[in-house]
């Protein structure tokens, strides 16, 4: 099937008319082709938005009929749910199951969400002494605003940088993973549907070379969301500073999943499982570190290979498969090297690092686990973005959130206890933007996403997230015209 990017409205070809292929991980044939743009298609999404933004009715329409546009989007994903589940799994790797139960139905909610809450946008009146003068806090929207996503949740990621931009009254282009691009295609198929006016929304397809640069370092555009590895994250910063522009950035992580003493064994083993293999560990939220007490720890590793080998790698079209495969095959054969690494660093392979038996097409590797793994170990320090698990083992809660808090990043993390409080104090000490007690990997559209350190700038959903799409404007009103008549003498009031 070709598809077409969006720019202005309009379904079009790239400049120069080139395309690019579209493989199914899971057999690695051609699904589809889409435009391979320039930055002359670039430039052409940018001016779009620019239009758009400055003369366009998309920034001054009342917040309540923004809202209601994208709950009518929200509708339609709902309507269409099946197909983009079916597209999901095909395009990205994702088992039938997680996209159908997981990814599709976040997708939903999360942009049923930031429709309810554009209608809250309004302005605030700020209290002064004075009589006859009255200042307002006014939320406006930023402007033109470019969204940059990964491979790994497709529809989700497009959602979470489309969403709320629109709900603050920007105008945004996205530029979706060169793998992952037609959920975010059809996304904005909707939106045009749902009443987005024209050059409101944009998708371009191509590569970050090329069409990423871009996005970020055109002046005019007003602010840059990017979701990728922190290698890149440092280059989109580097190059948005030229202009100052506002950036948010959710990069990388190496969640520690720290199970204490008290915690009822099945349970952690569970959310180990959930926490290190979800999406073949191809999450940035992964717990890919297992804490363990060192009393728990032979008895609890027996139990998790037992479980582990029972999980079932298969096509994504297979309502039976547990684990799909990885998106490439540049990504498998990375991971392969960190599991080499490991090998060479001592650490010990008690389970998987292998190609599946059987799955000769499609990008699959057995998930993978070591043991005696130290925090000086590459697998230990570096994001690997595969099914790869790292235990160690500890004495004492000092020692664990030590463990926890050896790394530059800063995204996530687990603690596993019987005891919600001894939980809480052990969370509270782990620097993570997110810290679950008992779950691993759950996200509520209403509670904030991001990370410390090198996991990121900003924050993405919530209120948080759709305030980092507004500008604050103080609007100070002198209803009584004698405010300026002393001005500190500096001013004759004659």
Same mark, same amino acid.
């Given at each position: 099937m070709e598809y077409k990017m969006l720019i202005d409205g309009g379904w079009t070809e790239a400049a120069s008319g080139r395309r690019s292929g579209v493989i199914d991980p899971s057999t690695e044939e051609a699904i589809a082709t889409v435009p391979r743009a320039s930055r002359e298609d670039a430039r052409a999404a940018i001016d779009a938005a620019r239009d758009s933004f400055d003369g366009g009715p998309w920034p001054q329409m009342r917040t309540d009929e923004r809202g209601d546009v994208l709950e009518r989007l929200a509708r339609l994903l709902e /309507?269409?749910?099946? /197909?983009?589940?079916? @597209? !999901? +799994? @095909?395009?990205? *790797?994702?088992?039938?199951r997680q996209a159908s139960f997981g990814d599709i139905p976040m997708a939903i909610e999360h942009t049923r969400y930031f429709a309810q809450l554009a209608k809250t946008l309004g302005e605030e009146v700020v209290e002064l002494p004075d009589i006859g003068i009255k200042s307002r806090v006014l939320r406006e929207p930023i402007g033109v605003c470019t969204g940059i996503i990964p491979w790994n949740y497709p529809l989700l990621m497009a959602v979470w940088k489309i969403a709320p931009a629109l709900a603050a009254g920007n105008t945004v282009i996205l530029k979706p993973a060169t793998y992952t691009p037609l959920t975010a295609l059809e996304y904005a198929r909707l939106a045009m549907k749902a009443g987005v006016p024209s050059g409101v929304l944009n998708v371009v397809t191509g590569s970050g070379s090329e069409v990423g640069e871009e996005l970020v370092s055109n002046p005019k555009v007003d602010r840059v969301a990017f979701t990728g590895s922190t290698e890149v994250g440092r280059k989109v910063m580097a190059m948005a500073a030229s202009t100052v522009k506002k950036v948010t950035l959710e990069?990388?992580?190496? +969640?520690?999943?720290?199970?204490? /003493?008290? +915690?009822?064994? !099945? !349970? +952690?083993?569970? *959310?180990? @499982?959930? *926490?290190?293999?979800?999406?073949q560990g191809q999450v940035c939220l992964s717990g890919t570190r297992l804490l363990l007490p060192s009393s728990l720890h032979d008895s609890f590793l027996k139990r998790l290979i037992e479980k582990t080998k029972s999980l079932r790698l298969g096509p994504t079209s297979s309502w039976e498969t547990d684990l799909g495969p990885l998106i490439s095959e540049s990504q498998r054969e990375g991971v392969e090297g960190y599991i080499a690494g490991g090998l060479g660093d001592g650490a010990r392979l008690v389970h998987g690092g292998r190609r599946p038996e059987g799955l000769e097409r499609g990008f699959y590797l057995e998930p993978t686990i070591f043991d005696d793994v130290t925090s000086d170990m590459t697998i230990a320090r570096e994001e690997i973005f595969g099914p790869v698990l790292s235990i160690f083992a500890y004495d004492g809660p000092e020692e664990a959130v030590d463990l926890a808090n050896a790394t530059t990043y800063g995204l996530a993390a687990s603690v596993w206890s019987s005891d919600l409080k001894r939980a809480e104090e052990v969370a509270r000490r782990i620097r993570a933007g997110t810290v679950w007690v008992n779950h691993h990997h759950i996200l509520s559209c209403a509670a904030p996403h991001g990370g410390y350190g090198q996991s990121g700038i900003g924050r993405e959903l919530g209120i948080w997230g759709l305030h980092e799409y507004t500008e604050l404007k103080h609007l100070f009103l002198d209803e009584s015209g004698e405010a300026m008549k002393d001005a500190f003498g500096l001013v004759s009031p004659e």
């Open positions: /309507e269409n749910a099946e /197909e983009f589940a079916s @597209l !999901e +799994a @095909l395009n990205g *790797g994702k088992p039938i990069l990388g992580g190496k +969640a520690p999943m720290v199970v204490l /003493e008290d +915690a009822d064994m !099945e !349970e +952690a083993i569970r *959310g180990t @499982l959930f *926490g290190a293999f979800l999406h």
